[in-house]
Structures are given as structure tokens and as C-alpha cells.
């Protein structure tokens, strides 16, 4: 079954705790007939991942709006209040970080607040609210303020679980760093994916804003001295969200200016290494010319050697006394001018 935890809660303590939820109205209404206004009781039905005829049977008893029923039903709501009649309607998206992922789960609470009565819808396992239920129970001074003080101790769970997720991507933006400096060329997809979790954060934290500042005027209008204790807890919740989502928008334009100053170092590697490229060409082509000009040098002589080596008999310098010193001037002359003409031109 989905229902997970019921109770019945008179004056700030637990007067009963049924199995079932058609239990939990009756000892809901029992106590209301029993104590009415002279000790305030008020019903907490506790629901994970319910079923859809389970939670219009949830609806049929406490006549829920349709509305706020189907945005339950269909789950994957942002954060918000509404007010319904006299029942208040609270999305929540609470979060965790999964640092071996590097990923930032988001799950969603609904919150059904009544004069006297509290339902709490999960669509994850986070956050535990039993635990939110215990620390409640603990101070019966602050339970006995109902419904809100339920609210409010769901907030401060909610927000309070925001804080790892902000040191596990805090984390992950100094290794960031180190990777950029170092030149790790697997970074930029790394940054792009972080970005990516801190933008689903951010959709999870923001919304929260307009939840406060309807609180805030609601808290504003409300004159009863009992409230003013659940009044300051509920601004020292505020204060914490506010830091969180500051942080988180921090968090977005570091990503932001990391990945700038990331293209800006690729860019500045890629041009020293075309440069390194277009040196290590030119040195190259220095050498191809002072290759090519030596090979020059030596073929002059070669190629005059070559002719007189055919033999020819009627080539007239075979017996001619100067013939000889005339062809080892001619190497040597051909050799020179070419010499001269290549250092000239700087190839030696």
C-alpha cells in the first residue's frame, strides 16, 4: 500500500495512529468531536508513489480540488503554492547528489494543507519524511501549531537536503577547473553536463521565491501570537533558500565563464601549435632548398663528366691539348656561379 504513515495529533502530541486512511478519518473525527476547539486536532496521512484510486479516495474524504488532484496524479509539477478554498496546495522539488554520476536527482513532494488535516503525497524515495514526522513529534510546542508547522518542517527538510547537493557541485567545479588548466580534452563535455545538472537545481530551488513571498503575506496578515515562533522558523528557512539559490545562480555563470575561458585556452593551444606547425614548414623548407641547392651545385660537374665520358671520337676537345683544363674549369666555373647565385638568394 501506498499509505505509509498515519496519525492523529492532539494539542501538538499523537493521539492515534491507524493502519489505513478510513482509520485515520475516523479517529480524525473522533478526536474533533471529543476535544473540539478547546485542543485543535488535526490528521497526517503520509502516501508514497500512490495510485490513482488511491488518491481519489484520499480526495473523497477530505474534498480535495480536482484540479490539484490531477497535478498530483500526473506528477512532474515545478514548485508552487495554490490555494484551493481553504486547502493549500504546495509542490516541493527536493534534491540529491549522486556524485559517482555526477548527477542531481530530483524528486517531488505534494502537500495537501487543511485546516485540520496534513497529506503528503512522494513521487521519490527522498526525502524520508518519517524523519520530518519524528522531529515534529519531539516538540509537541511546535507540532501543536498544526498543518503549517508541518509545512514548515517539510521546507526546512527540503532546503536542508540543498546543501550537499551544493558542495557536490561545488566539488566538481574545482576539479573543473584543474581540468581546464591542465588541457584535458574531455572537459568541455564535462562542463556541458554539469551545466545541464545545475539547471535542473536551479528549476528545483527558484520557484521556491514565490512560495516565500506568498507566506510571507499570509504570515504578515496573521495577528495571533502563537504563530510568531513558527513565523521566525519559517524566515530562517527563507534565509537558507535564499542562500541556496544565490549559490546556484553563482554556480551557473562559473560554468558559464569556465567554459569561456576553456574555448579561450583551446583556441590559444591551437594556435601555438599552428605555429609550431608553420615553423617546424619553414625549417623545412630551408632545408629542402639547401638540398636542392647543393644537389644543383653537383650536378653541373656531372652532367659536363657525363658528356665527355660518352667518347665520342668526334668530339674536337678529346684532342685538343686544353681540352682537359678546359672541362675541369668549366665544372669548377658552373659550380661556382651556382654557389654565388643560391647564396645571393639566401637558399645557402
Not at 508541518?150 to 581540468?179: M, N
Not at 656561379?337 to 638568394?345: D, E, I, S, T, W
Request: aromatic share 8%.
Amino acid at each position: 500500500m501506498s499509505v505509509i504513515d498515519n496519525a492523529v495529533y492532539v494539542d501538538g502530541k499523537q493521539a492515534a495512529a491507524p493502519d489505513s486512511v478510513d482509520g485515520a478519518v475516523e479517529a480524525w473525527q473522533g478526536c474533533r468531536a471529543d476535544h473540539g476547539d478547546s485542543a485543535p486536532a488535526f490528521c497526517w496521512i503520509g502516501m508514497l508513489r500512490p495510485g490513482t484510486d488511491e488518491i481519489h479516495q484520499v480526495a473523497a474524504e477530505f474534498g480535495l480540488h480536482a484540479l490539484a488532484i490531477e497535478d498530483t496524479v500526473n506528477a512532474h509539477q515545478r514548485p508552487k503554492l495554490e490555494r484551493y478554498g481553504s486547502t493549500e496546495f504546495v509542490v516541493l522539488r527536493p534534491a540529491r547528489y549522486v556524485d559517482s554520476d555526477e548527477v542531481v536527482e530530483i524528486g517531488e513532494v505534494h502537500l495537501f494543507l487543511g485546516p485540520d488535516f496534513v497529506i503528503t503525497v512522494r513521487h521519490a524515495a527522498e526525502p524520508q519524511l518519517g524523519e520530518v514526522r519524528d522531529r515534529l513529534e519531539s516538540d509537541p510546542e511546535l507540532l501543536s501549531h498544526g498543518p503549517m508547522a508541518v509545512l514548515y518542517a517539510v521546507l526546512d527538510r527540503v532546503v536542508d537536503d540543498y546543501v550537499p547537493v551544493l558542495e557536490g557541485l561545488q566539488d566538481d567545479i574545482d576539479e573543473i577547473e584543474v581540468q581546464v588548466f591542465r588541457g584535458d580534452p574531455h572537459v568541455s563535455r564535462r562542463i556541458y553536463q554539469l551545466t545541464r545538472q545545475v539547471i535542473a537545481f536551479q528549476r528545483a530551488v527558484e520557484p521556491l521565491q514565490e512560495i516565500f513571498v506568498e507566506l510571507r503575506a499570509r504570515f504578515a496578515k496573521s495577528g495571533d501570537a502563537p504563530d510568531l515562533e513558527l513565523r521566525r522558523a519559517m524566515r530562517d528557512v527563507i534565509d537558507h533558500a535564499t542562500r541556496v539559490r544565490e549559490r546556484v545562480e553563482g554556480f551557473r555563470d562559473l560554468l558559464g565563464n569556465i567554459l569561456t575561458v576553456n574555448s579561450t585556452l583551446v583556441a590559444q593551444r591551437q594556435n601555438e601549435e599552428m605555429t609550431r606547425l608553420t615553423e617546424a614548414g619553414f625549417a623545412q623548407n630551408e632545408q629542402m632548398k639547401r638540398v636542392s641547392s647543393w644537389a644543383a651545385i653537383l650536378f653541373a660537374p656531372t652532367l659536363i663528366a657525363g658528356i665527355y665520358g660518352m667518347n665520342f671520337d668526334e668530339m674536337p676537345e678529346l684532342h685538343w691539348a686544353l681540352g682537359y683544363p678546359m672541362a675541369i674549369g668549366l665544372m669548377l666555373l658552373l659550380g661556382l656561379g651556382l654557389y654565388l647565385a643560391f647564396k645571393h638568394n639566401d637558399w645557402l
